[in-house]
């Protein structure tokens, strides 16, 4: 037997706490994919049980998580060189890269098996194809390729409450498409908000976003094309009669709200306000979309209770 | 780097030589991944009860 004496370091496994893998998971994006997929499943037709309910939100969530997870284990090279992200659990040394690439894939295939089980295999199906178009589509070729890859990556995050709505009905529906594209159309300005702001960061990491590729005067344009389109798809679900007038007259104020701060984003170009308005953007529209969402959700419970009725 | 001769059960981390940070740290995870293991087989448990509904009692005994 030798005598050599190995610390920590020399084993295959590091000091990581739960904690470090926790957020791998990136929980502040999980709430956003649980409360959309929670909006999906309520306002879908038909019952689950709330057992199983609850378990295929914890599903959702989890799935999330994974493809968070995977995002983290792939993009660990320029994490480390964004300030932004450089004290993120692989870059700083606390996780492994094998162990976040393990750890994902085991969250992945649990949570896609698990949702299978308790709903059905279209959800399940869904919440793979979900992960997949995150981890591979747009963390592994569009992400650093193309200024358009929050554009076409944006539909990763946008598929929660489609997941909802299958785990309940067992398919897809126009009003569940429609729900997928109030968050793909929101996605780039609210993105682009914060690519304003940390150009440099992903300028050092040769990130192709858009302030990168086209400058700040033609992002703020675009900032704006996109709020607008925002507003207006936000107003869809009650246009289309799937809500009621008090759903249109909250999408419209909000959706108006949002487009005046992508108009103080493209008035105010420099000094403190400009970085002031980029991040009132940027946060203010994640608050737009929790809004929303929200107020769909109760809007389709009370035409549910029969306190009012859809808008046609 | 250790030599071809080194028995394979050497390369393993000898428990006196992590610190006690270390020790607290390889602890609380293996307490996680037991807590986890344990909640899928609940969650297993629960889908099958949830599925079956009332029908789980009207069978023949």
């Not at chain 1, 496994?13 to 929670?38: E, G, Q």
């Not at chain 1, 057992?51 to 493809?67: D, E, N, P, Q, R």
């Not at chain 1, 480390?80 to 295939?109: D, W």
């Not at chain 1, 358009?148 to 009003?175: H, K, L």
Request: charged letters at 10%; hydrophobic letters at 55%; a positive charge.
């Amino acid at each position: 037997m030798s005598n050599v004496s190995y610390t920590s370091a020399d084993a295959s496994a590091s000091n990581a706490s739960v904690h470090d893998f926790i957020t791998l998971l990136k929980p502040r994006v999980m709430s956003l994919v649980v409360f959309t997929a929670l909006v999906g499943l309520v306002a879908a037709p038909g019952h689950l049980h709330p057992g199983l309910a609850t378990i295929a939100i914890l599903c959702i969530a989890v799935g999330g998580g994974a493809s968070g997870a995977l995002n983290m284990w792939y993009d660990a090279d320029i994490d480390a060189i964004m300030q932004r992200t450089a004290n993120r659990p692989i870059p700083s040394g606390k996780v492994l890269p094998g162990e976040a690439l393990g750890f994902g894939l085991f969250l992945s295939g649990i949570s896609v098996f698990t949702l299978g089980m308790a709903t059905n295999w279209v959800a399940a199906g869904l919440l793979a194809f979900t992960i997949f178009f995150y981890v591979v589509i747009y963390t592994m070729w569009l992400k650093r390729r193309t200024p358009q890859n929050i554009v076409i990556g944006g539909a990763a995050g946008a598929f929660p409450p489609m997941i909802g709505w299958a785990a309940v009905t067992g398919g897809f529906s126009f009003e569940s498409f429609v729900m997928f594209a109030i968050i793909f159309i929101w996605t780039p300005p609210h993105f682009w908000a914060l690519a304003l702001m940390k150009k440099e960061d992903y300028g050092n990491a040769g990130v192709p976003m858009l302030p990168n590729v086209v400058g700040d005067d033609a992002t703020r344009r675009q900032i704006l094309y996109y709020t607008i389109a925002t507003a207006f798809t936000g107003c869809a679900p009650a246009l289309l009669g799937y809500n009621s007038g008090i759903y249109l007259a909250v999408a419209a104020a909000a959706g108006l709200w949002l487009i005046k701060l992508s108009v103080d984003i493209l008035r105010h170009t420099e000094g403190q306000p400009s970085v002031r308005a980029g991040w009132r953007m940027f946060g203010h529209s994640m608050f737009y979309l929790f809004g929303l969402f929200l107020v769909l959700l109760l809007d389709k419970l009370a035409m549910r209770a029969g306190w009012i009725g859809g808008l046609w | 780097m250790v030599s071809a001769e080194v028995p394979v059960t050497a390369i393993k981390p000898e428990p006196d030589a992590l610190t006690p940070n270390a020790k607290n740290r390889l602890r609380s995870r293996n307490i996680a991944v037991g807590c986890g293991l344990v909640f899928l087989i609940v969650l297993f448990y629960l889908i099958t009860i949830f599925k079956m509904g009332g029908h789980v009692v009207s069978r023949a005994v």
